[in-house]
């Protein structure tokens, strides 16, 4: 059973969806409860795999028992445990908060979202290349759908621009993908490791250059300056529950970043080592730039989220930049953080957005709203939390980025870019908070209040992410611990393609 | 014969690339079509080119032709094939939703979409 507890994040949804999709339409509730017990069994899944990585044991998963640079293997590592259990927290949320009423306002929107976790799932445990572009693209397709769920002409054409430059990505993955294969023979990433480490002179022009494309087709994916000027228009036009599940969208990008260019590519890759190190420090800190700058200039709540998940995003992949165990684990601690609290903020922008009548989303004057009180304590919470304000976890996060940028060449401009963004996303949250809760018109509330079934994934999101603050102390050492584990890249190889003077060719 | 199908592949990106920048929905769904041939082909060159060479590795075959991009590259057409399918209902969907081919659903230029109110 153990031995096939690898295979099982995928799988899951994989036969959930199926069987949703034979499900009718009008069996709505088995939907519903079928769509949430397939999230938790996930969520039991990532948790039995996170707790057995904690020993550092890479659990390793050889489809059809076929070895490993010859077969297609599934790897989860503690990094990848930790992505899986996040994935499957929000997941749960986005469904329960969806069974309120979205999940009804389109055909097939548990099949999908089931089909969306096999692939984000799958694109975190999978060992080699080619089945990490087969992967993302269940994920888009699966993501595609999602975006257009509930219709109007705003999502269709947020959807079109996404779909497009999704789709050239695909296609400069490809090149990139195939490329590495022509030169290096392999697309396993143990493999590859080998390889990239013992390439010939000669081949370190294909090599580097596929390389540095993947950075570009994952920079579109983790919306990395100049590549994210499709996020603020798709999440803020998805359902909120969709918008919430994308949080760990753009950390499917970063995570990829993570792997390809912290261990494939990472500091003991030979003379092809950290071919990606000149450009992600700058690229990160345009995007945490353009990203404040775009939340200040917002004039709509969804607006100003979509763009702190830009800012976010750039953020983590500043500490990424740094490429070193220490930047890698408080760019892994921000980065689970800032997951929960940019999907909690989804969901409750959509909340707070019922309640304003006919001021909507927009930060004009408004009608008071029924829960003022309530709404305003939880976007206080996923406000802060997204600026990276004491006490909460996303202080600790960006802390521990400055604290592992200080002793870098790159430490100055880091500090300085989180500092600065850091009091101008603050004025932006505070802006918007001020303009929803307290610029309110005389009158009766606009909107009936909300219902538990919205409240409550909120309100747990919410929470989840203010806990890490009380448990931050072991999840920082597991951070460390798995920050080691990807940059220990000879005993990846060696729990993947077995000990070095095995058979290879 | 490497001239000819390296300058044929730069060739049909190039068209793609071209075709994808275009203002309406249908020439940018043509030119992610013509794109994905041109990463199909790269992907299918990348096993070398071998002529009347045995598909699989055996002792006495000398020159072989490298099955996996074989394989790679049909799994990147069945997945093309059905992202083909899906833009172009998406952009059919868009024309009936807006009343315009245009990329953007209007032939004015818009402001942001997250700016605005859904």
């Known amino acids: 059973m153990s031995a096939h507890l690898v295979s099982l994040p995928v799988l899951i949804p994989l036969a959930m969806a199926a069987l949703l999709i034979a499900l009718s339409v009008e069996r709505l509730p088995a939907q519903r409860a079928l769509s949430i017990a397939s999230c938790v069994a996930q969520l039991a899944v990532a948790a039995a795999l996170l707790a057995s990585s904690t020993s550092g044991e890479v659990h390793v998963y050889s489809l059809g028992g076929w070895p490993a640079p010859f077969g297609i293997v599934l790897v989860a590592d503690r990094l990848a445990a930790l992505m899986l259990t996040l994935t499957a927290i929000v997941a749960i949320a986005a469904v329960a908060y969806a069974a309120g009423g979205w999940d009804a306002r389109g055909r097939y929107f548990h099949p999908i979202i089931q089909f969306q976790l096999a692939g984000l799932n799958g694109a975190f445990l999978t060992g080699d290349l080619f089945n990490l572009f087969v992967f993302f693209e269940i994920l888009l397709i699966a993501s595609y759908c999602l975006l257009v769920h509930g219709l109007g002409a705003a999502r269709l054409r947020a959807a079109l621009h996404y779909v497009v430059v999704n789709l050239a990505a695909s296609a400069l993955f490809l090149v990139a993908v195939s490329l590495l294969y022509g030169v290096t023979g392999t697309l396993n990433m143990a493999d590859l490791a080998v390889r990239v480490a013992e390439a010939q002179p000669l081949n370190f022009a294909p090599i580097a250059s596929a390389a540095l494309l993947l950075l570009v087709v994952f920079g579109v994916k983790a919306a990395a300056f100049p590549l994210y000027f499709w996020l603020p228009g798709a999440y803020a036009a998805a359902a909120a529950p969709v918008a919430a599940l994308f949080a760990i969208m753009t950390k499917v990008g970063i995570y990829a970043i993570i792997r390809v260019h912290g261990q494939v590519f990472g500091p003991d890759a030979g003379l092809l080592s950290l071919v990606a190190a000149p450009w992600l420090v700058p690229v990160a800190l345009a995007t945490i730039v353009l990203g404040v700058l775009g939340a200040v200039a917002a004039r709509t709540l969804t607006g100003l989220v979509a763009y702190l998940t830009v800012a976010s995003a750039g953020t983590t992949l500043a500490a990424v930049g740094l490429l070193t165990a220490e930047g890698l684990s408080a760019a892994i601690f921000y980065m689970a953080q800032s997951t929960l609290a940019i999907a909690a903020f989804f969901l409750l922008v959509e909340l707070i957005v019922a309640q304003r009548g006919d001021a909507e989303d927009t930060l004009e004057v408004g009608r008071p709203m029924a829960q003022s009180a309530l709404l305003g304590a939880l976007f206080l919470v996923a406000g802060m939390t997204a600026v990276g304000m004491p006490p909460f976890a996303g202080f600790l996060g960006k802390l521990m980025i400055l604290q592992a940028a200080r002793e870098t060449a790159a430490g100055a401009w880091i500090w300085i870019a989180l500092l600065g963004t850091g009091l101008a996303a603050l004025v932006s949250v505070a802006r918007a908070g001020s303009a929803v809760f307290w610029r309110v018109l005389p009158g009766s509330p606009a909107g009936a209040i909300a219902r538990p079934v919205a409240l409550v994934p909120a309100v747990a999101l919410a929470a989840v992410g203010v806990a890490m603050v009380a448990f931050a102390a072991p999840l920082k050492s597991f951070a460390d611990a798995a920050a080691a584990q990807i940059l220990d890249r000879g005993a990846y190889v060696e729990a993947i393609l077995g000990p070095p003077q095995g058979v290879r060719q | ?118």
């Open chain 2, 1 to 118: 014969m490497e001239l000819l199908v390296a300058s044929g592949i730069g060739l049909v990106a190039a068209c793609g690339v071209y075709l994808l920048l275009r203002g309406r929905t249908f020439p940018v769904v043509l030119g992610l079509v013509l794109l994905s041939y041109a990463v199909n082909f790269f992907i299918f060159v990348m096993g070398r080119l071998t002529v009347g060479g045995a598909p699989i590795i055996a002792p006495e075959t000398g020159t072989y032709a490298d099955p996996l991009p074989q394989a790679l590259v049909l799994t990147a057409i069945v997945i093309g094939f059905g992202m083909t399918a899906f833009a172009l209902a998406l952009a059919i969907r868009l024309r009936h939703e807006t009343g315009s081919d245009h990329v953007d659903g209007s032939e004015q230029p818009t402001a942001n979409t997250c700016n605005r109110t859904r």
